[in-house]
T-cell receptor, first 111, second 115 residues
């Protein structure tokens, strides 16, 4: 079965620092999604990647999918306290309507 | 505004009781999903439905039941057979037409606590 592994599990950074979160799949990814969750709330969609080598940015967040489509990274530039939360990667399971998710990365940004 | 609503936000249940969590969407999405989230375990799929009057078991369906009588509604019942129901429950929906891959939209969640 396909699994998504995220690293690190938790991250504490000083405001203004850059950081990267990784998501690795045991199989080729087709649709890769990044979400952000605040504690006790639902998931907010950030970005979707489909093609090998694809890169998307929104404000200070950049997501990339490697050429082999098995690894994705989420990079935050000049982090702010508003970036704090749990970041999860998710993926389609090919041939089904099911999705799987990583275990999440808990980010804390110190002011 | 289109979106997904879940109610209640907090729910307390005594052991042996069945409880039903509500999920409604006005996004005209075909597929709906229920996930359970426990600390450090990410999201686990309970049930999903691609179309009205049809649904499939996910990875942890035991002790849960669902119905899909209307496109916009996908209620989840947590039965007394679920041995460890205390968790955060998330409902999601997605379109299955149009583009091949579609992101899921999530509701705000229901936190269920068994007393």
């Amino acid at each position: 079965s396909q699994e998504l592994e995220q690293s690190p599990q938790s991250l504490i950074v000083q405001e203004g620092k850059n950081l990267t979160i990784n998501c690795t799949s045991s199989k080729t990814l087709y649709g890769l999604y990044w979400y952000k969750q605040k504690y006790g709330e639902g998931l907010i969609f950030l970005m979707m990647l489909q093609k090998g080598g694809e890169e998307k940015s929104h404000e200070k967040i950049t997501a990339k999918l490697d050429e082999k489509k098995q690894q994705s990274s989420l990079h935050i530039t000049a982090s702010q306290p508003s970036h704090a939360g749990i970041y999860l990667c998710g993926a389609d399971i090919a041939g089904t309507y099911k999705y799987i998710f990583g275990t999440g990365t808990r980010l804390k940004v110190l002011a | 505004d289109g979106g997904i609503t879940q109610s209640p936000k907090y729910l307390f249940r005594k052991e042996g009781q069945n409880v039903t969590l509500s999920c409604e969407q006005n996004l005209n999405h075909d597929a709906m999903y229920w996930y359970r989230q426990d600390p450090g375990q990410g999201l686990r799929l309970i049930y999903y439905s691609q179309i009205v009057n049809d649904f499939q078991k996910g990875d942890i369906a035991e002790g849960y039941s669902v119905s899909r009588e209307k496109k916009e509604s996908f209620p989840l019942t947590v039965t007394s057979a679920q041995k460890n129901p205390t968790a955060f429950y998330l409902c999601a929906s997605t379109s299955v037409s149009g583009t091949e891959y579609n992101e899921q939209f999530f509701g705000p969640g229901t936190r269920l606590t068994v007393l």
